[in-house]
C-alpha cells in the first residue's frame, strides 16, 4: 500500500521529528522523499526549541507574591464571613422553629385549659 | 492568616527551588497548617508559576490573575498534595486548570477568539534566510508563535512539549480526553511548523508524491 505525504502529516507531527516513532510504511516513504525528510526535521527542530523554553523563566512584574497572599487573605476572609452568615442563618431558623413549637404548645395549653374550665359547671 | 506585606526570605543554603528536601520540609510544614511556610512555596515557585500562565494565556495581566487562582486553590487543598510528583508539577497542573478555566470565559467575552481553527498570521520568516538559520532566533519565533495559536491548541502544545506533562495529565486538567489531547498536540505541531518553515511558492508538489515502492 502506498503513502503519501497528505497521509503523514500527523505521524510526523506526533513523531516529533523522530524516524524511529514512524511505522514502517511511513519511515519507507520518508526514506525516498525530501519532502517529508525536510518536514520531519522542521518537526525537530521546533520540538528542540519548545524544550528549550523549559529552561526560561520569565520575571513578573514586581508584587505578584504581594497580589497572591493577598488574594489567598482576602478569600480566606469572604469564607469567614460566608460561614458567620451561615451560622447567623442557622440560628435563626432554629429561633424560628423554637419559637413556633413553644407557641404551638402554649396553645395547646390554653385550649386544653379552657376546655376543663368549661366542663367544671356542668360536674358541679 | 497569611501577612502579605512581610515575606520571609529563605536561606541561601536552603533554597527550595534548587532543594528537593528543603522543598518538601516546606510541603509539609504547609500541610500542617503553617501559612509561613506557604508563603515561602509561592516566593519560591511564583515566577516559574507565572511563566507557565503567560504561556498559557499569552498575556502578562491575565498571567497574574491565573497566578492567583492557582495558588489561592493550592493553599485549600495542599493537604490532597500526596507529594508523588514535585510541588512545581503539581502546580503547574493547577495552573492548568485554572489557565483552562479561565480562558474559557474570556471566549465568551471575546468573540474574536471564539474560532478554534483561528489562522496563524504569516509574518514570513522566509524572506529574511540568515534569521531563518539562527537557531536562537527560531526560539524567539516559536514564543511568537505560540502566541498566535488559538489557546485550546497553546495548552496542549506547552503542557507536554515544554513542561513534559503526560497526556493523561494534560487531559485530566483540561477536561478533555486523551485522544483529543493529542489530536490537538499534533495539530499544534503542524501550526508552529508551518508557520516557522512556511512552504515556499510552487513547493507543494510532494503533497501529491506517492511512495513509488
Same mark, same amino acid.
Given at each position: 500500500?502506498?503513502?503519501?505525504?497528505?497521509?503523514?502529516?500527523?505521524?510526523?507531527?506526533?513523531?516529533?521529528?523522530?524516524?524511529?516513532?514512524?511505522?514502517?510504511?511511513?519511515?519507507?516513504?520518508?526514506?525516498?522523499?525530501?519532502?517529508?525528510?525536510?518536514?520531519?526535521?522542521?518537526?525537530?527542530?521546533?520540538?528542540?526549541?519548545?524544550?528549550?523554553?523549559?529552561?526560561?523563566?520569565?520575571?513578573?512584574?514586581?508584587?505578584?507574591?504581594?497580589?497572591?497572599?493577598?488574594?489567598?487573605?482576602?478569600?480566606?476572609?469572604?469564607?469567614?464571613?460566608?460561614?458567620?452568615?451561615?451560622?447567623?442563618?442557622?440560628?435563626?431558623?432554629?429561633?424560628?422553629?423554637?419559637?413556633?413549637?413553644?407557641?404551638?404548645?402554649?396553645?395547646?395549653?390554653?385550649?386544653?385549659?379552657?376546655?376543663?374550665?368549661?366542663?367544671?359547671?356542668?360536674?358541679? | 492568616?497569611?501577612?502579605?506585606?512581610?515575606?520571609?526570605?529563605?536561606?541561601?543554603?536552603?533554597?527550595?527551588?534548587?532543594?528537593?528536601?528543603?522543598?518538601?520540609?516546606?510541603?509539609?510544614?504547609?500541610?500542617?497548617?503553617?501559612?509561613?511556610?506557604?508563603?515561602?512555596?509561592?516566593?519560591?515557585?511564583?515566577?516559574?508559576?507565572?511563566?507557565?500562565?503567560?504561556?498559557?494565556?499569552?498575556?502578562?495581566?491575565?498571567?497574574?490573575?491565573?497566578?492567583?487562582?492557582?495558588?489561592?486553590?493550592?493553599?485549600?487543598?495542599?493537604?490532597?498534595?500526596?507529594?508523588?510528583?514535585?510541588?512545581?508539577?503539581?502546580?503547574?497542573?493547577?495552573?492548568?486548570?485554572?489557565?483552562?478555566?479561565?480562558?474559557?470565559?474570556?471566549?465568551?467575552?471575546?468573540?474574536?477568539?471564539?474560532?478554534?481553527?483561528?489562522?496563524?498570521?504569516?509574518? %514570513?520568516?522566509?524572506? +529574511?534566510?540568515?534569521?531563518? #538559520?539562527? @537557531? /536562537?532566533? =527560531?526560539?524567539?519565533?516559536?514564543? *511568537? &508563535?505560540?502566541?498566535?495559536?488559538?489557546?485550546?491548541?497553546?495548552?496542549?502544545?506547552?503542557? %507536554?512539549?515544554?513542561? +513534559?506533562?503526560?497526556?493523561? #495529565?494534560? @487531559? /485530566?486538567? =483540561?477536561?478533555?480526553?486523551?485522544? *483529543? &489531547?493529542?489530536?490537538?498536540?499534533?495539530?499544534?505541531?503542524?501550526?508552529?511548523?508551518?508557520?516557522?518553515?512556511?512552504?515556499?511558492?510552487?513547493?507543494? #508538489?510532494?503533497?501529491?508524491?506517492?511512495?513509488?515502492?
Amino acid at each position: 500500500m502506498s503513502t503519501s505525504c497528505l497521509d503523514l502529516g500527523d505521524q510526523l507531527a506526533a513523531s516529533g521529528g523522530d524516524p524511529g516513532a514512524l511505522d514502517r510504511a511511513a519511515r519507507r516513504h520518508v526514506q525516498g522523499c525530501l519532502r517529508c525528510q525536510a518536514d520531519l526535521v522542521q518537526h525537530r527542530r521546533v520540538l528542540r526549541a519548545l524544550r528549550s523554553l523549559r529552561e526560561d523563566v520569565l520575571v513578573p512584574a514586581p508584587g505578584l507574591v504581594t497580589e497572591v497572599l493577598a488574594h489567598i487573605e482576602e478569600a480566606g476572609e469572604r469564607h469567614a464571613i460566608r460561614s458567620l452568615l451561615t451560622g447567623r442563618r442557622a440560628a435563626y431558623i432554629g429561633g424560628l422553629a423554637a419559637a413556633t413549637a413553644a407557641a404551638g404548645a402554649a396553645g395547646a395549653v390554653v385550649l386544653v385549659t379552657r376546655t376543663r374550665s368549661r366542663r367544671l359547671p356542668l360536674a358541679g | 492568616m497569611l501577612s502579605a506585606a512581610a515575606v520571609p526570605r529563605l536561606g541561601p543554603d536552603r533554597d527550595p527551588r534548587s532543594d528537593p528536601e528543603a522543598m518538601a520540609a516546606l510541603v509539609a510544614r504547609a500541610q500542617a497548617g503553617d501559612d509561613k511556610a506557604f508563603e515561602e512555596l509561592v516566593t519560591a515557585t511564583h515566577a516559574e508559576t507565572y511563566t507557565l500562565a503567560r504561556r498559557l494565556t499569552g498575556s502578562d495581566d491575565d498571567a497574574r490573575d491565573v497566578v492567583q487562582e492557582a495558588y489561592l486553590r493550592a493553599y485549600r487543598s495542599i493537604g490532597r498534595f500526596r507529594g508523588e510528583a514535585r510541588f512545581t508539577t503539581w502546580m503547574y497542573r493547577i495552573t492548568a486548570n485554572c489557565a483552562s478555566t479561565y480562558v474559557g470565559k474570556r471566549r465568551k467575552h471575546r468573540h474574536d477568539e471564539l474560532v478554534d481553527d483561528l489562522t496563524v498570521i504569516d509574518t %514570513r520568516p522566509d524572506l +529574511d534566510p540568515v534569521a531563518q #538559520a539562527d @537557531a /536562537a532566533d =527560531l526560539r524567539g519565533r516559536v514564543v *511568537a &508563535a505560540l502566541d498566535l495559536l488559538p489557546p485550546k491548541l497553546r495548552a496542549v502544545v506547552v503542557l %507536554r512539549d515544554v513542561y +513534559d506533562l503526560s497526556h493523561e #495529565a494534560i @487531559a /485530566a486538567e =483540561l477536561g478533555i480526553s486523551e485522544s *483529543a &489531547a493529542k489530536v490537538r498536540l499534533h495539530r499544534a505541531r503542524r501550526k508552529l511548523k508551518d508557520h516557522l518553515f512556511p512552504a515556499r511558492e510552487g513547493g507543494g #508538489a510532494g503533497d501529491e508524491g506517492e511512495d513509488p515502492s
